[in-house]
């Protein structure tokens, strides 16, 4: 029994606790920020202040992780985010292919308990910081209310992934709210104050058919006039979760300090929006169904922005320019949203898209003014305008792996954030990145302690594409489709498809390609043909005559024709993939971008893949074959698809494809890391879509690594990651090791993108 009485008062139990690091904010940033850093020796608290990690993609908002993919909607090929983010949704699909919010949550709380560096927090909010100097940030402050604890924390590096950027702001960081004029960076998309300069907040739910009649009794609060909802005619009983992201409000008001003045009028709206559905008589399908889950915090998209070096800006993004000290990328449309949100009659988003990827400098990644204070997630150093692209979690994600390795190379070198952009120093970041899984574009990795760089390579065999076998199915050109493939400057090697006509018809083909390596646009028609069919079945042989000037993708586009239709094959293989000019609306894809010609915005045309088991390839043969998979390409710095496929494939009819790395003289070897093929073109939705796969067809299920005795060093099964990094017991002394692939998980040919030995 405990009785006690203290007049003068109490003070909370404190506990003090000391890092090297400490990341504030467990979204999904914050998660890859920490994991990052813990994995390579540096100690990590991470501070979050709700009871689950991943922010809005948790179960408490339940908005999907995107970024540079978009649903697999714009011209993003292969652009999934890499790195740890990589990881948690290559998992969640091994897991969780249903897209349950709560299995998503125990592989983000798995992956930050597994780390011995990183002390985890939650349930904490930091309310306080106590500064050295002027732009030195000494400790924070953070209560726990479920333990009634404050926490004083120390480190020499802080991360504020909060999202508001809480300390950043108590720190004196500069920031933003709002809008920039068009004058300050020359953003043509900067938005009037008519249309407003923030975006919103947005509360969801979730519905279930319980099988019999339900009623619902609306609280005495939700919106009684659902017409207020100049959008109302666009509800139906079926959409739930964050396909109902434009039930947004706030833009008007702060979106820091009146976040609870959002969220009763966003649940105002949702239950609403339900008496509507339920009880309007308009949706009978609706009498057995009621609300499973209705979001209890809403998902915020913007409040403050802080100031780096370096602010990105809308030309970034358009024109894809270069950054010397990239160190991640985005792909996400420039998506702005008129502020009155829900109850605007303007439409719920206005989204432009680039041709291609875009670099995120380091120097948008800290503080200009706090010296030891770096920024993580959607607080990044953008404008306005282009923060429409850079809030999304992916991206976030992205830029928030660097912050992780940049502060390793801070502690390691006993530097602070600006100090890296020492050219030594930065490409160090950009390499140790790159080994980690993170890609950023036109970076290839110089990996000085790799040693299959001074091995010799062989393999079993390397595919050449010389048919893809039709399997007695058709693909109609009621819309037109192309077929990406990679080729070396040259040349148009002789094609042959195959083609089915109703009747007597033409077939018009266009061979495109991009008009940078950069992207995979088809904007460069580089010839076309008008082809004479006669009814029915027949062999379409395609000659060019024309050169490509350097190496990439050629698209050979099939326009729409609905008296055609081409024979399709089941054959999928790493780096080559149907497109189609379809419509997208959910991204604003409408076959083709035709901005007005004052935003600062590209024309182009969309050409998308179909989500397996759709999106086949076309059945085709090519007498000369495509021989652009060979063995070098796992030392060549690149671990995807770009310009051209970097990856190593062996014939499909190989029944023991390997790979043998022999060195001249024996190697004593520590570490391997292998990169497989995850489908970087999969955007892995963790929530909402319910996906056929577990595990990408073209990634290696199981392998076996030998010494030169042939002898096992280490066997793996069940693999659905894309890098696989051993770490050896013991090491081993060797003077050659040999891969075995033991197949895919979709039967394609199998390959790697690299093999690493230190």
Same mark, same amino acid.
């Given at each position: 029994?405990?009785?006690?009485?203290?007049?003068?008062?109490?003070?909370?139990?404190?506990?003090?606790?000391?890092?090297?690091?400490?990341?504030?904010?467990?979204?999904?940033?914050?998660?890859?920020?920490?994991?990052? $850093?813990?994995?390579? #020796?540096?100690?990590?608290? %991470?501070?979050?202040?709700?009871?689950?990690? +991943?922010?809005? !993609?948790? =179960? *408490?908002?339940?908005?999907?992780?995107?970024?540079?993919?978009?649903?697999?909607?714009?011209?993003?090929?292969?652009?999934?985010?890499?790195?740890?983010?990589?990881?948690?949704?290559?998992?969640?699909?091994?897991?969780?292919?249903?897209?349950?919010?709560?299995?998503?949550?125990?592989?983000?709380?798995?992956?930050?308990?597994?780390?011995?560096?990183?002390?985890?927090?939650?349930?904490?909010?930091?309310?306080?910081?106590?500064?050295?100097?002027?732009?030195?940030?000494?400790?924070?402050?953070?209560?726990?209310?479920?333990?009634?604890?404050?926490?004083?924390?120390?480190?020499?590096?802080?991360?504020? $992934?909060?999202?508001? #950027?809480?300390?950043?702001? %108590?720190?004196?960081?500069?920031?933003?709210? +709002?809008?920039? !004029?068009? =004058? *300050?960076?020359?953003?043509?998309?900067?938005?009037?104050?008519?249309?407003?300069?923030?975006?919103?907040?947005?509360?969801?739910?979730?519905?279930?058919?319980?099988?019999?009649?339900?009623?619902?009794?609306?609280?005495?609060?939700?919106?009684?006039?659902?017409?207020?909802?100049?959008?109302?005619?666009?509800?139906?009983?079926?959409?739930?979760?964050?396909?109902?992201?434009?039930?947004?409000?706030?833009?008007?008001?702060?979106?820091?300090?009146?976040?609870?003045?959002?969220?009763?009028?966003?649940?105002?709206?949702?239950?609403?929006?339900?008496?509507?559905?339920?009880?309007?008589?308009?949706?009978?399908?609706?009498?057995?169904?009621?609300?499973?889950?209705?979001?209890?915090?809403?998902?915020?998209?913007?409040?403050?922005?802080?100031?780096?070096?370096?602010?990105?800006?809308?030309?970034?993004?358009?024109?894809?320019?270069?950054?010397?000290?990239?160190?991640?990328?985005?792909?996400?449309?420039?998506?702005?949203?008129?502020?009155?949100?829900?109850?605007?009659?303007?439409?719920?988003?206005?989204?432009?898209?680039?041709?291609?990827?875009?670099?995120?400098?380091?120097?948008?990644?800290?503080?200009?003014?706090?010296?030891?204070?770096?920024?993580?997630?959607?607080?990044?150093?953008?404008?306005?305008?282009?923060?429409?692209?850079?809030?999304?979690?992916?991206?976030?994600?992205?830029?928030?792996?660097?912050?992780?390795?940049?502060?390793?190379?801070?502690?390691?070198?006993?530097?602070?954030?600006?100090?890296?952009?020492?050219?030594?120093?930065?490409?160090?970041?950009?390499?140790?990145?790159?080994?980690?899984?993170?890609?950023?574009?036109?970076?290839?990795?110089?990996?000085?302690?790799?040693?299959?760089?001074?091995?010799?390579?062989?393999?079993?065999?390397?595919?050449?594409?010389?048919?893809?076998?039709?399997?007695?199915?058709?693909?109609?050109?009621?819309?037109?489709?192309?077929?990406?493939?990679?080729?070396?400057?040259?040349?148009?090697?002789?094609?042959?498809?195959?083609?089915?006509?109703?009747?007597?018809?033409?077939?018009?083909?266009?061979?495109?390609?991009?008009?940078?390596?950069?992207?995979?646009?088809?904007?460069?028609?580089?010839?076309?043909?008008?082809?004479?069919?006669?009814?029915?079945?027949?062999?379409?042989?395609?000659?060019?005559?024309?050169?490509?000037?350097?190496?990439?993708?050629?698209?050979?586009?099939?326009?729409?024709?609905?008296?055609?239709?081409?024979?399709?094959?089941?054959?999928?293989?790493?780096?080559?993939?149907?497109?189609?000019?379809?419509?997208?609306?959910?991204?604003?894809?409408?076959?083709?971008?035709?901005?007005?010609?004052?935003?600062?915005?590209?024309?182009?045309?969309?050409?998308?893949?179909?989500?397996?088991?759709?999106?086949?390839?076309?059945?085709?043969?090519?007498?000369?074959?495509?021989?652009?998979?060979?063995?070098?390409?796992?030392?060549?710095?690149?671990?995807?698809?770009?310009?051209?496929?970097?990856?190593?494939?062996?014939?499909?009819?190989?029944?023991?494809?390997?790979?043998?790395?022999?060195?001249?003289?024996?190697?004593?070897?520590?570490?391997?890391?292998?990169?497989?093929?995850?489908?970087?073109?999969?955007?892995?939705?963790?929530?909402?879509?319910?996906?056929?796969?577990?595990?990408?067809?073209?990634?290696?299920?199981?392998?076996?690594?030998?010494?030169?005795?042939?002898?096992?060093?280490?066997?793996?099964?069940?693999?659905?990651?894309?890098?696989?990094?051993?770490?050896?017991?013991?090491?081993?002394?060797?003077?050659?090791?040999?891969?075995?692939?033991?197949?895919?998980?979709?039967?394609?040919?199998?390959?790697?993108?690299?093999?690493?030995?230190?």
């Amino acid at each position: 029994m405990m009785k006690e009485q203290a007049s003068i008062g109490r003070q909370l139990k404190t506990h003090q606790y000391h890092a090297d690091l400490i990341v504030t904010g467990g979204g999904l940033a914050g998660v890859c920020c920490a994991v990052t $850093a813990a994995r390579e #020796g540096v100690k990590v608290i %991470l501070v979050q202040d709700r009871p689950v990690l +991943g922010g809005n !993609s948790s =179960s *408490e908002v339940r908005l999907w992780v995107l970024g540079a993919t978009s649903h697999m909607g714009n011209n993003n090929r292969w652009a999934r985010e890499g790195g740890v983010a990589d990881e948690i949704l290559t998992e969640n699909m091994w897991r969780n292919s249903d897209g349950n919010p709560l299995i998503y949550d125990t592989i983000l709380l798995e992956k930050v308990t597994s780390e011995s560096n990183i002390r985890l927090l939650l349930n904490t909010a930091v309310f306080e910081v106590t500064k050295k100097d002027a732009d030195v940030i000494e400790q924070v402050r953070a209560f726990c209310s479920q333990n009634s604890t404050l926490y004083e924390l120390t480190a020499p590096l802080f991360c504020d $992934a909060s999202g508001d #950027g809480i300390v950043g702001f %108590l720190a004196g960081a500069a920031f933003r709210m +709002g809008a920039e !004029s068009e =004058s *300050e960076f020359g953003e043509k998309f900067a938005p009037t104050a008519e249309y407003g300069e923030l975006l919103g907040h947005s509360l969801y739910f979730y519905t279930k058919d319980t099988g019999r009649p339900t009623v619902f009794v609306p609280p005495a609060y939700a919106l009684k006039d659902i017409t207020a909802i100049p959008k109302y005619k666009r509800i139906n009983s079926q959409d739930h979760g964050c396909q109902l992201w434009w039930i947004e409000y706030g833009g008007r008001l702060d979106t820091v300090h009146e976040t609870e003045t959002i969220k009763w009028e966003l649940w105002k709206v949702v239950y609403g929006i339900w008496d509507y559905i339920k009880n309007s008589g308009l949706f009978p399908e609706a009498d057995t169904m009621t609300l499973e889950w209705v979001g209890q915090i809403p998902g915020k998209r913007e409040s403050r922005r802080f100031e780096g070096d370096y602010m990105l800006r809308q030309q970034d993004i358009i024109e894809q320019r270069e950054h010397y000290d990239a160190v991640a990328y985005g792909g996400w449309s420039i998506d702005l949203h008129p502020a009155d949100g829900v109850f605007s009659e303007k439409p719920s988003c206005n989204q432009w898209h680039s041709k291609g990827l875009y670099q995120l400098p380091y120097r948008c990644f800290y503080s200009h003014n706090i010296s030891n204070l770096f920024l993580a997630g959607r607080i990044i150093s953008a404008s306005h305008v282009a923060f429409g692209s850079s809030r999304v979690m992916g991206t976030g994600a992205c830029g928030a792996q660097a912050v992780g390795m940049a502060a390793v190379l801070c502690r390691q070198y006993e530097l602070q954030p600006r100090e890296l952009l020492n050219p030594e120093r930065l490409n160090e970041l950009q390499s140790r990145l790159l080994r980690r899984g993170q890609y950023i574009p036109r970076i290839t990795a110089v990996d000085k302690f790799d040693i299959v760089k001074e091995g010799a390579i062989t393999v079993s065999s390397e595919y050449v594409l010389r048919h893809l076998h039709p399997d007695g199915t058709s693909m109609h050109l009621n819309a037109a489709m192309g077929q990406m493939l990679p080729l070396k400057a040259g040349s148009i090697p002789m094609i042959t498809v195959y083609a089915d006509a109703k009747e007597d018809t033409t077939l018009q083909v266009s061979l495109r390609t991009s008009s940078k390596q950069v992207h995979h646009t088809p904007d460069v028609v580089l010839q076309e043909l008008v082809i004479p069919l006669k009814k029915g079945a027949q062999a379409v042989p395609l000659s060019f005559d024309i050169m490509l000037r350097e190496d990439n993708y050629i698209f050979i586009c099939f326009m729409k024709n609905e008296r055609v239709s081409l024979r399709n094959s089941s054959e999928r293989v790493s780096g080559i993939l149907s497109v189609f000019n379809k419509t997208n609306p959910a991204v604003s894809n409408y076959g083709a971008q035709t901005p007005p010609e004052d935003i600062g915005v590209e024309a182009f045309e969309f050409w998308c893949p179909e989500r397996r088991p759709a999106g086949k390839n076309l059945a085709m043969d090519i007498p000369a074959g495509i021989a652009l998979f060979g063995g070098e390409n796992v030392r060549n710095g690149i671990n995807r698809p770009t310009y051209q496929p970097n990856i190593w494939l062996a014939e499909k009819e190989d029944t023991d494809p390997k790979l043998t790395v022999s060195w001249k003289e024996k190697k004593i070897i520590r570490e391997i890391e292998l990169v497989f093929d995850a489908d970087f073109d999969h955007p892995m939705e963790n929530v909402i879509y319910h996906h056929p796969e577990r595990a990408m067809p073209f990634c290696v299920d199981s392998f076996v690594i030998c010494n030169d005795r042939n002898e096992p060093v280490i066997k793996v099964t069940d693999n659905h990651q894309s890098l696989q990094r051993i770490l050896l017991k013991e090491p081993v002394e060797t003077s050659k090791l040999t891969f075995h692939l033991k197949g895919t998980h979709g039967a394609t040919p199998a390959g790697m993108f690299a093999v690493r030995c230190y």
